[in-house]
């Protein structure tokens, strides 16, 4: 297409002046697309249409259509490449590059969040242990541009709020010196994605075939192969088993006790193996939980502010950040009023089909919930709590309440979809610190 031949060739020629620096490459692909106008020049489906019907694309660079559903090279330079990535569905990945350049939402918007990795243990070159904090988090509106800086300077999530989003990246073909590219799991792990060990590979496929078809000995065979593996196979045999029981429960999310059991059974194993070093895990798969259970409620929510709060419970970890950000998008009105109607428009509305009390899986919440997670939404403790109970109630109805009022908000800062949001899980880092 020729908007992209022309913004290929600029930016060829400004970093060909440059005598193609890397460092200098972010800067001169952010000035170009927005030089571009692209938002105003380019209709994604247009470039949908001209996939299907030129007689010519440029080299393809992601055949498999590994990152994008799917991801198309619009131009192919000598050190850089530009691509239009379009996106179904939110991603939760958070990571970083081996490669750098810039960005330009074409369509839809995102949650984008940057982070910081604290190492505490190198394993090996390729997986590591330390603890991952949110830096910022902001919202990426149409035309909105953005660096894509190498390495753990730049590590980040994007999580694409409509269906579909469009991304146009300028990047160039990578930097040897930035490898691996982890990707991380909240809170403690980073790992190389990209890895592959054929008997790692192996392993990992035949554990997933003996817990598949529920072979009497599984759990026999997994703890025989965490009772011999390094820290990195096990975490992947755990990681193997915590899916397959997670998959096989969806209701529950892994909730149940037989499956509990099993799961822990298996993590004693690897803390006679590995001790210590074994605090890290229960954290990460308690993370995977969490956002299993709002990814499998937003799959079922159409309404888009609903999917906009439940990608807000997946990617912010805190009450403040949440609220400005729900400002941000509606900034006529106040926030905590805001998520206060949504969650009692979500407690309201039932699954067809399904047993759960409302959509968003919680049980018996009536309005004296509903007072109490605004009251906790607008930053009140338990004794503010109480003065606005008797303000808003007739006062022999709000003693009533208050004898409840300390066990609604203990469930509430519990609940795996609010924990976060009330600051309730905030233990695991403190645990993980005092490992060696």
């Known amino acids: 297409m020729k908007v992209f031949q022309e913004l290929g060739a600029l930016i060829e020629e400004r970093w060909k002046d440059k005598n193609y620096d890397d460092e200098i490459f972010p800067a001169i692909a952010e000035q170009a697309l927005m030089e571009a106008d692209l938002l105003n020049r380019v209709d994604p489906w247009e470039i949908v249409r001209w996939t299907q019907t030129t007689t010519q694309l440029p080299l393809q660079q992601d055949i498999d259509a590994k990152f994008g559903n799917p991801p198309i090279t619009l131009y192919n330079g000598s050190r850089f490449y530009v691509d239009i990535y379009f996106w179904l569905d939110g991603t939760t990945e958070i990571h970083q590059h081996s490669f750098c350049g810039a960005f330009q939402v ?3 918007s995102s949650i984008h969040s940057h982070h910081q990795f604290e190492l505490v243990r190198e394993i ?18 149409e035309g ?21 989003s469009a991304t146009i990246t300028v990047r160039t073909q990578g930097l040897p010196k930035e ?6 799991l909240k809170p ?8 592959k060990e054929t008997q790692i590979i192996r392993r990992l496929q035949t554990t997933s075939l003996l817990l598949h078809m529920k072979h009497p000995e599984a759990d026999s065979f997994i703890a025989d192969l965490i009772s011999n593996a390094d820290f990195q196979t096990t975490f992947y045999l755990l990681n193997t088993t915590f899916t397959y029981l997670s998959d096989t429960d969806l209701s529950s999310l892994f909730n149940s006790s037989a499956g509990t059991k099993r799961f822990d059974s298996l993590l004693e194993k690897a803390r006679s193996r590995h001790g210590a070093l074994v605090e890290f895990l229960p ?11 709002i990814i499998k409620r937003r799959a079922t929510i159409t309404d888009s502010d609903h ?37 009692d428009e979500l407690t309201t509305t039932k699954v067809y089909g399904s047993t759960e009390q409302n959509v968003l899986g919680l049980s018996d919440f009536d309005d004296l919930h509903l007072f109490v997670f605004q009251c906790m939404l607008a930053g009140m403790n338990e004794d503010e709590s109480k003065l606005a109970l008797h303000s808003e109630y007739p006062t022999e109805q709000a003693k009533e309440l208050e004898e409840r009022l300390e066990g609604v908000c203990s469930s509430l800062q519990s609940s795996l979809l609010f924990r976060d949001l009330f600051g309730a899980a905030k233990q695991s880092a403190d645990t993980a610190k005092a490992v060696v």
């Open 179 to 184: 490898l691996p590219q982890y990707s991380y």
């Open 188 to 195: 403690h792990i980073a790992h190389d994605p990209f890895y």
């Open 124 to 141: 090996n070159s390729r997986f590591l242990v330390g603890h991952t904090e949110l830096k910022s988090v902001k919202l990426l509106r």
């Open 283 to 293: 954290p990460v798969f308690d993370e995977m939980r969490r956002q299993g259970n």
């Open 106 to 108: 074409l369509a839809g």
């Open 307 to 343: 999917r906009f709060f439940l990608a807000l419970l997946l990617n912010v970890p805190d009450r403040i950040r949440l609220l400005e950000l729900v400002k941000s998008r509606h900034p006529e009105r106040d926030p905590v009023e805001i998520v206060t109607d949504w969650v």
């Open 144 to 164: 909105d541009v953005q660096k894509i800086l190498p390495g753990n300077q730049y590590i980040h999530a994007l999580f694409h709020l409509e269906r579909p």
